[in-house]
């Protein structure tokens, strides 16, 4: 094998190496930002809730329809990235999940595209996954 064929091969390998640890760091940090964004905002639709609530005259209660409060883990959301493998150079596909509530929660296969200082899911899962952004 020549030099050259080896300074081929030896860029490949630590281009799909440095997809696969900096892509899992980068998609776990750039995952719990999310995570916790969606908390705040489950926060503030809570708190904006039980002002309604309050305005109406009425006690809130986490099981009543009206009004309906999401409940959420003490201490912030929970998330994890169980794997991740890479596919080319700056595209992983993992498996990870994030849960603000005991009831809610989404996660699953991705395509996650790695760009160093970001990440971006490009394609999502089909199962379990919900947008906890959207309005109710």
Request: hydrophobic share 40%.
């Given at each position: 094998?020549?030099?050259?064929?080896?300074?081929?091969?030896?860029?490949?390998?630590?281009?799909?190496?440095?997809?696969?640890?900096?892509?899992?760091?980068?998609?776990?940090?750039?995952?719990?930002?999310?995570?916790?964004?969606?908390?705040?905002?489950?926060?503030?639709?809570?708190?904006?809730?039980?002002?309604y609530?309050?305005?109406?005259?009425?006690?809130?209660?986490?099981?009543?329809?009206?009004?309906?409060?999401?409940?959420?883990?003490?201490?912030?959301?929970?998330?994890?990235?169980?794997?991740?493998?890479?596919?080319?150079?700056?595209?992983?596909?993992?498996?990870?999940?994030?849960?603000?509530?005991?009831?809610?929660?989404?996660g699953?296969?991705?395509?996650?595209?790695?760009?160093?200082?970001?990440?971006?899911?490009?394609?999502?899962?089909?199962?379990?996954?919900?947008?906890?952004?959207?309005?109710?």
């Amino acid at each position: 094998m020549g030099i050259r064929k080896k300074s081929i091969v030896t860029l490949i390998v630590i281009l799909y190496l440095g997809t696969w640890v900096g892509g899992w760091i980068q998609h776990s940090n750039d995952l719990e930002a999310n995570s916790w964004a969606h908390y705040r905002a489950a926060e503030q639709r809570n708190a904006e809730r039980i002002e309604y609530a309050k305005a109406r005259g009425s006690e809130p209660h986490l099981m009543r329809l009206e009004p309906y409060l999401m409940r959420l883990h003490e201490g912030g959301p929970i998330t994890r990235v169980n794997w991740c493998i890479p596919i080319l150079p700056g595209v992983l596909l993992a498996n990870s999940d994030s849960s603000p509530g005991p009831l809610g929660g989404y996660g699953g296969e991705k395509i996650v595209l790695y760009y160093i200082i970001g990440s971006t899911e490009i394609f999502f899962g089909l199962v379990g996954y919900r947008d906890f952004g959207a309005s109710p």
